[in-house]
């Protein structure tokens, strides 16, 4: 069937597509309740927040529970590199808002809380104008809340924690969100553009999704037209940037998956698939769907001091492994990257990076860690002229790309 | 359960683990300030990073160390680690 099917419809810069275009375009959902968890099921869809979490699995998850339920569509966007959730509640309110209430419908949820970054002005005008054009019974169901513009504010317990008492930290699991979320209550934190997709997935089947189903990348860095664009699953890299005008000779690595993604040299990522399974079984991730090409002239290493120095500024500052931990290594990061590295410093980024994950009440620290082991890897011949003060292969100065 | 008592020799480490309970450790991570009580009187699973904070093994607390692991836990003054089934947290 169709593509694109996500940003189908009229001009992307036309503002928010009215309701009346949207359901002439794509009719009344066909699916709901249990049979639409089934369809997601069978769709293998996987939650395009970044962790990547069968979405069948989670409603599943949810709709077992007693009590009132509670969703919260996600679309608290902190990643600096990604703009497809924006885009998405800017250009196409409805399709989000019927999967919100699709998905309130299937876990039997009678409270949805749409969580929008507050920097995303844009995006909550839209999504509030299209709540204005949806029936009252909806209206009284969904409430919009400003998450603060923060890394961590999208963290799924942050979402619940801001919602419960205006704080967008993370909080210690167990309990879960769909254990115990918003006022106790069993709750499910869905991005937006996952519940934009189950609401395709209710008109088209999950066989359809399975088959041509498509994604939102964000594709940034060393192309000449950069922004959002919509593929199939299991695009290949070079496609993307292809379609975004990069020229792959004049780029040395990419950025996949975002800050919390990983490094790969570019003649290494040419033909990886955009697609969640297959990319993890290469071992690299899609995250939230960024694809950043380095150019030639840009040093990586002080790149991934320049990410990693802001990760370990948005620390939540909750938990010690990732204050001290990521602290520490965005300090040695900066100082090779500036040419006063110290002998065993490569040794010490190792241990700590292996140290670093799974240490923390969210993944920032597990994220900070993955990226400096990708960055050890693919820009190792690059360490080792900071190391040998030699400076790097890049032909910019060594402080040029440092925040 | 048996009675508390004195460390059971095992015979060398890591030979002759009689059995495995179906507990393990698990650290509350925005409670933990690093006091370092734990890996004291635990050290067979948890050591300190460079900044004092817990590196806690995954594994299941052998049966030989599980009065260990409920000392180590006792004694944490934030209540910041745990052993329960599946105590794992992150």
Known sequence: MSFPSLLDGPDLHGGAEPATSHLARLGLNLLSGSELIDALDQSDLRGRGGAGFPVGRKWRSLAGRQGPRVVIANGAEGEPLSFKDRLLMQARPHLVLDGAVLAAGAVEADQIVLYIGREHSAAADAMLHALAERPARERGLIRISRAPVAYVSGEETAAVQFVNRGVALPMSVPPRPFEAGVRGRPTMVQNVESLAAAALIARRGGAWYRSSGTLLVTVTGAVARPGVIEIRLGTPVAEVVERAGGRPGSIQALLLGGYFGGWVAADDAWDLPLHPERLRATGHSLGCGVVAPLPVDRCGVAETARIVSYLAGQSAGQCGPCVFGLGAIAETLRRIAIGLSRPDDLARLDRWSAELPGRGACRHPDGGAGLVRSALGVFADDFAHHLARRGCTAARPLTAGVA | ?90
């Open chain 2, 1 to 90: 359960m048996s009675e508390p008592s004195a460390r059971r020799w095992d015979g060398p480490r890591g030979v002759a683990r009689v059995g495995t309970s179906r507990l393990s450790l698990g650290v509350d991570r925005i409670r933990c300030d690093g006091r370092g009580y734990c890996a004291e009187l635990l050290p067979e699973m948890i050591r300190l990073d460079d900044w004092g904070y817990p590196i806690v093994s995954s594994e299941r607390v052998p049966d030989h160390l599980l009065d260990h692991a409920r000392r180590a836990v006792a004694a944490c003054p934030l209540l910041a680690i745990r052993v329960a089934e599946d105590g794992r947290s992150r």
